[in-house]
């Protein structure tokens, strides 16, 4: 077991401290205005041993944290409701109960995920400290709705993620690269729009599309990779995907599908729960996303609307707001 000194002495984010207490009202109070309300018990020893920290780095729809309590503590925040937790051990271990599951993580071995909307209660062991990813629900929520062609629902993770393999490792080492650049930073220096965004996007991604979930068979089928979808949607949203700034045409969708029209549409609202238009127009947006994320401060955003295909700026805003949570105007502004 690390002596106290040892997990506070190498403390990450050490010029980022929102919390340093060895009182137990203290930590749960401070600690819970960070995170969410929370129930807080020292376990098997007395308050007098109890000790917390807690250094949190923030960024734009997450943030980058190090949590340490001396000792062993039962945590009990319930539903976290507005974001997700992504708690990666550095020294002892911790037990995670969900309604359905129970994960026992440790350092390089297993980190555990959790959902705001699955009630979670926790044990930290053994002076257990944990660097822990907060990403925001609505972030979450939005990109996993893009990702599969829908309307943003919840989503609930499995909560134990395996650090052994390779997307643990590369996920593990991505945390790390952030801590170590935050600490680069310091608190009085923001990383650049960019940076947070590209930061971000990779981590959205990796999570959303290598940690199984509520929505990963959406996903999975939205993208082409389940093996139940037939060969003709596939060529089907490979030609919308590569033509999708023209006019969409039925007839020639059909011809490179190899399928008649008729049955081409019963096929996108069976495999994508989407029409053909609708699912066109999902593609539109990405691309428009990803080329707002690039252009120039002196580009503008109708023209690339209209490069992509857009017509009818009004409801491209409109349904650009819906899917990604924020205006064309607002990713522009944002990352130029």
């Given at each position: 077991m690390a002596t106290k000194a040892e997990v506070f002495g190498s403390a990450r984010l050490g010029e980022f401290s929102r919390v340093a207490t060895a009182r137990v009202d203290d930590a749960a109070d401070a600690i819970g205005?960070?995170?969410?309300?929370?129930?807080?018990?020292?376990?098997?020893?007395?308050?007098?041993d109890f000790s917390a920290l807690h250094n949190c780095a923030a960024f734009d729809g997450f943030s980058v944290n190090y949590v340490a309590y001396g000792g062993s503590v039962s945590i009990d925040p319930g539903c976290l409701d507005r974001f997700f937790l992504l708690q990666i051990p550095l020294t002892g271990f911790a037990t995670?109960?969900?309604?359905?599951?129970?994960?026992?993580?440790?350092?390089?071995?297993?980190?555990?995920?959790?959902?705001?909307?699955?009630?979670?209660?926790?044990?930290?062991?053994?002076?257990?400290?944990?660097l822990i990813l907060l990403l925001d629900r609505?972030?979450?929520?939005?990109?996993?709705?893009?990702?599969?062609?829908?309307?943003?629902?919840?989503?609930?993770?499995?909560?134990?993620?395996?650090?052994?393999?390779?997307?643990?490792?590369?996920?593990?080492a991505q945390v790390e690269q952030l801590v170590t650049q935050a600490e680069s930073l310091g608190p009085k220096r923001s990383l650049?729009?960019?940076?947070?965004?590209?930061?971000?996007?990779?981590?959205?991604?990796?999570?959303?599309?290598?940690q199984h979930h509520s929505l990963s068979a959406a996903i999975d089928v939205f993208n082409g990779r389940a093996e139940a979808q037939p060969?003709?949607?596939?060529?089907?949203?490979?030609?919308?995907?590569?033509q999708a700034a023209e006019p969409l045409d039925l007839a020639d969708l059909a011809d490179v599908a190899g399928s008649g029209i008729r049955a081409l549409q019963i096929g996108f609202r069976r495999h994508f729960g989407m029409t053909i238009s609708d699912v066109l127009l999902d593609i539109r947006l990405a691309q428009l996303n990803a080329r707002l994320k690039t252009a120039r401060p002196s580009e503008r955003i109708v023209d690339i609307a209209f490069d992509l295909g857009f017509t009818h700026l009004s409801r491209m805003a409109s349904a650009y707001r819906t899917k990604f949570g924020e205006t064309p105007k607002a990713t522009f502004r944002r990352l130029s």
């Amino acid at each position: 077991m690390a002596t106290k000194a040892e997990v506070f002495g190498s403390a990450r984010l050490g010029e980022f401290s929102r919390v340093a207490t060895a009182r137990v009202d203290d930590a749960a109070d401070a600690i819970g205005r960070i995170f969410c309300p929370h129930e807080l018990k020292p376990i098997g020893r007395s308050e007098a041993d109890f000790s917390a920290l807690h250094n949190c780095a923030a960024f734009d729809g997450f943030s980058v944290n190090y949590v340490a309590y001396g000792g062993s503590v039962s945590i009990d925040p319930g539903c976290l409701d507005r974001f997700f937790l992504l708690q990666i051990p550095l020294t002892g271990f911790a037990t995670v109960r969900t309604a359905a599951r129970q994960v026992t993580t440790g350092p390089t071995r297993i980190a555990s995920l959790l959902s705001p909307t699955i009630p979670t209660e926790m044990i930290w062991h053994d002076d257990c400290a944990q660097l822990i990813l907060l990403l925001d629900r609505k972030l979450v929520e939005h990109r996993a709705a893009a990702l599969a062609g829908g309307s943003v629902r919840a989503v609930e993770f499995d909560p134990e993620v395996r650090l052994t393999g390779a997307f643990g490792e590369k996920l593990q080492a991505q945390v790390e690269q952030l801590v170590t650049q935050a600490e680069s930073l310091g608190p009085k220096r923001s990383l650049p729009a960019i940076a947070a965004a590209d930061w971000r996007e990779s981590c959205l991604n990796a999570l959303l599309n290598s940690q199984h979930h509520s929505l990963s068979a959406a996903i999975d089928v939205f993208n082409g990779r389940a093996e139940a979808q037939p060969a003709a949607l596939r060529r089907a949203r490979a030609y919308l995907e590569a033509q999708a700034a023209e006019p969409l045409d039925l007839a020639d969708l059909a011809d490179v599908a190899g399928s008649g029209i008729r049955a081409l549409q019963i096929g996108f609202r069976r495999h994508f729960g989407m029409t053909i238009s609708d699912v066109l127009l999902d593609i539109r947006l990405a691309q428009l996303n990803a080329r707002l994320k690039t252009a120039r401060p002196s580009e503008r955003i109708v023209d690339i609307a209209f490069d992509l295909g857009f017509t009818h700026l009004s409801r491209m805003a409109s349904a650009y707001r819906t899917k990604f949570g924020e205006t064309p105007k607002a990713t522009f502004r944002r990352l130029s």
